[in-house]
């Protein structure tokens, strides 16, 4: 269930004004426990309303680290808990350090989650193209 990448992806190199995209399907049977644990993790962090291609995006962020979340439904019925994970390289400098970042939070989830006693299904993680940092 854990997702280790260290490396970058994507088309091309991450470019100061985008974000990397890691997204997270997560199926548990107490989903609600994950939500707040989620909560737990993400409350320092500051509200964001942005509107990107796909349309608004909600969420929390930290100024490096941003994170949405909306619970879905998987072609076989199942409620989730969608994750999506957006993070900035250094300002000016690689963006290497947004995909460790992507790893730091990434592994920080499902440690939170184990230390809380909190048993998944499955989890799958989706690395996605890069976006366009809307601010």
């Given at each position: 269930m854990r997702w280790k990448r260290r490396a970058a992806w994507g088309r091309r190199p991450l470019a100061a004004d985008e974000w990397a995209v890691l997204h997270a399907e997560v199926f548990a049977e107490d989903?609600?426990?994950?939500?707040?644990?989620?909560?737990?993790?993400?409350?320092?962090?500051?509200?964001?309303?942005?509107?990107?291609?796909?349309?608004?995006?909600?969420?929390?962020?930290?100024?490096?680290?941003?994170?949405?979340?909306?619970?879905?439904?998987?072609p076989r019925g199942r409620r989730g808990l969608r994750l999506s994970f957006y993070a900035a390289g250094v300002t000016g400098g690689a963006g290497a350090d947004a995909f460790e970042r992507l790893n730091s939070a990434a592994s920080a989830l499902l440690d939170h989650l184990n230390a809380e006693g909190i048993t998944l299904e499955s989890v799958r993680w989706t690395e996605a193209e890069h976006i366009t940092r809307p601010f």
């Open positions: 989903l609600i426990a994950v939500d707040d644990a989620v909560e737990e993790l993400t409350g320092f962090m500051d509200p964001f309303r942005a509107d990107i291609e796909e349309g608004p995006l909600v969420g929390v962020t930290d100024g490096q680290l941003s994170v949405a979340k909306g619970e879905f439904h998987d």
